[in-house]
């Protein structure tokens, strides 16, 4: 089958996050009392958010949907890389040597990114500004950089200490720039999720800008399904994987790039070269949290298949993977899968013999 025959999902899309894109849709299932569905949809950190919430108290003053945006709008004010208000932004002003007390949330985000970056040899960075502002990805305007850049750039990141007992913040160099934007908005769902419990929630599907928290199960079913995009045609779903009280993340880097000479240069960083990454086409990850979700499908992409693999299995058995790499063959494509998702990852229909389906073996 042809990719021109494949006809569109009737599923509605998820749409990408601006800094992570997170390639997932969900599937809604219809409930027998459509009053008892409460379903939301608005822009915030530079993105979409939607969700679908199902029976709550309805005593209760503050709409599901209300109570979720002013989630969102509250990290994005301390949290932005875009705004010199924000926290982030009064940080990244500081000058080197200064001493910044800051908050829990920023200080969460830092204390896991960190995590990140020492588990995978250094793939993720919360520090990657400098590169990200050098390759034009926050005006869009791409510019290949001179090796002499690329070097200054990468001399700036990591540069900085952070104590998450008292929570405070030293920067060692006064360029070293933070943008959080690889963990920020998992960390913003896993918020969303708290606070709709906190209402008395216990059904929902809450997404930002992809990065996807399913709370419980809907109405008559055993389990959201959630489709995951192909990397290689955004407008199509080639697999559905089944989440309980789990979250799921992807990170690709066909949303969100840049064209350089006529060449597509995604906007994922690899710390280590100064370059965006290549090797993988993109990375999903199914975890207990959306923050975790999150920055773990960025630091898979940036490894690559091999080295992915491996800190799947020596560090991170709790959760579930696919990657997708350029296929050999015949296959358009290879999916590798985490051994979890046996019985529960399913190529649709017309991708079966167009993608190879293996699972890793830990």
């Known amino acids: 089958m042809t990719r021109e025959k494949r006809q ?8 990408g996050a601006l800094f992570m894109a997170v390639l997932a ?17 608005f822009e915030t950190m530079g993105t979409q958010a939607s969700g679908t919430v ?6 209760q003053d503050r709409l599901p949907g209300d109570l979720v945006h002013a989630t969102y709008d509250s990290i994005e004010t301390a949290l932005s890389s875009w705004r010199e208000t924000s926290e982030v932004g009064r940080l990244n002003a500081a000058p080197a040597d200064t001493t910044i ?13 960190e995590g990140f970056n020492r588990l995978s040899g250094g793939a993720f960075d919360p520090t990657a500004e400098p590169l990200m502002r050098l390759w034009g990805f926050y005006r869009r305007e791409g510019r290949l950089p001179t090796q002499a850049q690329i070097d200054a ?28 934007g690889g963990i920020a908005k998992g960390y913003a769902v896993d918020r969303a999720v708290a606070n709709l419990i906190a209402l008395g929630i216990s059904s929902a599907m809450i997404d930002l800008g992809g990065n996807l928290f399913c709370l419980g199960v ?25 989440l309980v009280n789990k979250a799921v993340a992807t990170s690709g880097s066909y949303e969100r790039f840049v064209e350089i000479g006529g060449r597509r240069y995604g906007h994922i960083m690899n710390p280590a070269t100064g370059r965006p990454a290549e090797g993988l086409l993109s990375a999903t990850v199914v975890a207990r949290t959306a923050m975790e979700a ?8 940036v490894l690559g298949p091999d080295a992915a693999a491996a800190l799947l299995r020596d560090h991170y058995r709790n ?15 290879r999916v590798l899968a985490t051994p979890g998702l046996r019985g529960n990852l399913e190529l649709r229909a017309e991708y079966r013999g167009l993608y190879s389906l293996e699972f890793l073996d830990f």
């Not at 007390?101 to 990114?113: I, K, M, N």
């Open 101 to 113: 007390a800051v908050s829990r949330g920023l200080s969460e985000c830092l204390r896991v990114s």
């Open 54 to 59: 199902y029976v709550w108290d309805r005593t």
């Open 153 to 180: 750039a990468r001399a700036l990141m990591g540069r900085y200490e952070h104590d998450p007992f008292r929570r405070t913040v030293r920067k060692l160099a006064a360029g070293t720039r933070f943008d959080l």
């Open 218 to 242: 809907p109405e008559g079913r055993k389990a959201w399904r959630v489709g995951i995009r192909d990397p290689m045609d955004r407008d199509q779903l080639f697999a559905t994987v089944g």
């Open 25 to 41: 849709v969900t599937l809604f299932i219809e409930c027998r009392r459509k009053d008892d569905i409460h379903t939301f949809a």
């Open 294 to 301: 999150d920055g773990l499908s960025t630091t898979l992409f």
């Open 319 to 333: 959760v579930e993977a696919v990657l997708v790499l350029p296929g050999t063959g015949n296959a358009e494509a």
């Open 8 to 15: 569109l999902s009737n599923l509605p899309l998820v749409a």
